[in-house]
């Protein structure tokens, strides 16, 4: 599946942006999907993930409470609403995405578990 990842921006600490994931394939609705992010000067790192059917969702320690990962599989696309936004949440985001209905408590955080991944969209935070 290809992945689109938009939304990005330029926003004071404090405010709120909402990045979009868009999927090319129908079968987007049995995918198990993320978000990652890669600050400057560091790895790549989880910051959400959705299952199939949006019942399950887990979130990085450094983001729980202020992001909120949605999806609407009608329109195969996943959201990422960013709220409180800090300076260190800087970063370009990814979104991420592997054909799975199921779930666990690790391996959705595991950049190796996904097997497409989007662009990138940047989001830049000033204090």
């Known amino acids: 599946v290809q992945l689109q990842a938009s939304g990005g921006g330029l926003v004071q600490a404090g405010g709120s942006l909402r990045l979009s994931c868009a999927a090319s394939?129908?079968?987007?609705?049995?995918?198990?999907m993320g978000w990652f992010r890669r600050a400057p000067g560091k790895e790549r790192e989880f910051v959400g993930a959705?299952?199939?059917?949006?019942?399950?969702?887990d979130y990085a320690d450094s983001v729980k409470g202020r992001f909120t990962i949605s999806r609407d599989n009608a329109k195969n696309t996943v959201y990422l609403q960013m709220n409180s936004l800090k300076p260190e949440d800087t970063a370009i985001y990814y979104c991420?995405?592997?054909?799975?209905?199921?779930?666990?408590?690790?391996?959705?955080?595991?950049?190796?578990?996904?097997?497409?991944w989007g662009q990138g969209t940047q989001v830049t935070v000033s204090s």
């Open positions: 959705i299952n199939w059917n949006g019942a399950n969702t």
């Open positions: 991420a995405g592997v054909p799975s209905t199921g779930w666990g408590t690790n391996w959705p955080k595991l950049m190796t578990t996904y097997d497409s």
């Open positions: 394939r129908r079968t987007f609705s049995s995918y198990l």
